[in-house]
């Protein structure tokens, strides 16, 4: 792996990584394990926590020692000595476990990163989550998941008090672009928590810049207790996908938004099927949708993973049962002369609304939106 990159001086962030040559989506860039692995209790206090950093850097060989001490040493608040700052800066873990390693951590922040790093019990990685150009510099997000839902402003906040930089990413600079960038990342917060039943965390007392106590950080978010409808659903899969994919969010977290808004599409209309003032009737923009919505999503996926990855497999398998439980898409598909004949859409004069599936033979008969009102209110008046 360590011929993937070099480390380098910067001309204004002390030493980044680098590319050195292309890396596509879904390398493994980094594994190794910790240099220090500290479990914490509950109740443990910060002084207690900043003693056993203290030993563990004593226990470790000269080597270590030197490199760990060429890294960032940040500016925590509370931490007295370089090694726990060194410490404080560069961490990972969680309340249970405090970690430490030497070469995940020389990769710098970026609000926009083009790698992710993740734990697995046993080592650590970092990979890839898009393609890196030679000589590009690799940068992981200091904030996981919520730099997706904080304005600059926010975000500044939080990596100057903990880090002490200020971010020049894409995202944060030049200051007089980024107002559109934190009003998708607002709608990108709201839209993405409220799909979990949840409230974004509050992340308004960032704008103002004041001291803030270290254990304000992470916040958390709060039940919503809001039950989403169908639509609502379907609209916030396919909004959050828009503003991701804007926003220069990896691949396959833009094609999670478009596969979970095709699927949901489809099953609303696969309930259409099982009316019987609606069994027979096809709605075209719906099916479009479904079919563009997929075949983006899996066109993302693609672009991501690597051919053989299971996600590929398991996005065309649930795209082909889609097909043949879905009659309008296999008559789309199989109709060239339908597809011609609709191609300008529904227009004012009664356009291609939806499509009537014959019982038995399967005849198809296009319908104006006018025609599908109608056809449906007669039926409904029987029922
Ligand atoms: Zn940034």
């Known amino acids: 792996m360590d011929d993937l990159f070099e480390i380098r001086r910067t001309a204004t962030k002390g030493c980044g990584v680098f590319a050195k040559k292309a890396i596509s989506s879904y390398t493994i860039i980094v594994r ?10 509950p109740g443990d206090t910060a002084a207690k926590i900043d003693a056993s950093i203290e030993q563990a850097f004593r226990n470790l060989s000269k080597k270590d020692q030197a490199s760990e001490l060429q890294l960032h040493e940040g500016s925590h608040p509370n931490a007295k000595t370089k090694v726990t700052r060194i410490f404080h800066a560069n961490g990972f873990g969680n309340e249970h476990v405090k970690e430490l390693y030497l070469t995940k951590s020389r990769f710098n922040h970026s609000c926009v990163p083009n790698a992710f790093a993740y734990e697995d019990g046993e080592s650590s990685y970092l990979q890839a989550i898009r393609q890196i150009a030679p000589g590009e510099e690799i940068t ?5 998941r919520f730099e997706e839902a904080m304005t600059s402003r926010q975000r500044a906040t939080v990596l100057h008090l903990h880090y002490k930089f200020e971010c020049r990413c894409a995202a944060c600079w030049p200051p007089h672009q980024r107002w559109k960038s934190d009003v998708r990342r607002q709608l990108i917060g709201f839209l993405s928590y409220a799909l979990e039943g949840e409230n974004a965390p509050d992340f308004r007392p960032l704008d103002i810049c004041h001291p803030l106590s270290w254990v304000c950080w992470p916040p958390q978010p709060t039940p919503s207790g809001r039950v989403l409808t ?6 916030y899969n396919f909004l959050l996908a828009n503003l991701r994919e804007a926003e220069g969010w990896p691949d396959y977290l833009v ?8 699927t949901k599409l489809a099953f609303q209309q696969s309930e259409y099927q099982q009316s019987p003032a609606t069994q027979d009737i096809v709605f075209l923009e719906a099916a479009r949708c479904i079919e563009a919505w997929y075949q983006k999503g899996l066109e993302l996926e693609k672009k991501f993973y690597p051919p053989a990855h299971p996600q590929i497999r398991d996005g065309t398998m649930a795209w082909e049962n889609t097909m043949s439980r879905f009659r309008c898409l296999q008559y789309l598909r199989m109709t060239n002369s339908l597809k011609a004949r609709d191609e300008h859409g529904p227009s004012e004069s009664g356009g291609n609304f939806a499509v009537r599936i014959q019982e038995g033979d399967g005849t198809l008969t296009l319908l104006s939106q006018e025609d599908t009102a109608g056809l449906i209110w007669q039926r409904v008046k029987r029922l």
């Not at 394990?33 to 914490?40: D, E, G, M, Q, T």
């Not at 992981?140 to 996981?144: E, F």
């Not at 169908?230 to 609209?235: K, R, S």
């Not at 094609?255 to 095709?262: I, K, S």
């Open 255 to 262: 094609a999670e938004g478009y596969l979970h808004a095709a």
């Open 230 to 235: 169908p639509a609502q659903e379907i609209e």
């Open 140 to 144: 992981i997000s200091y904030l996981p």
């Open 32 to 41: 190794e394990s910790p240099v220090i692995a500290l479990k914490c209790a």
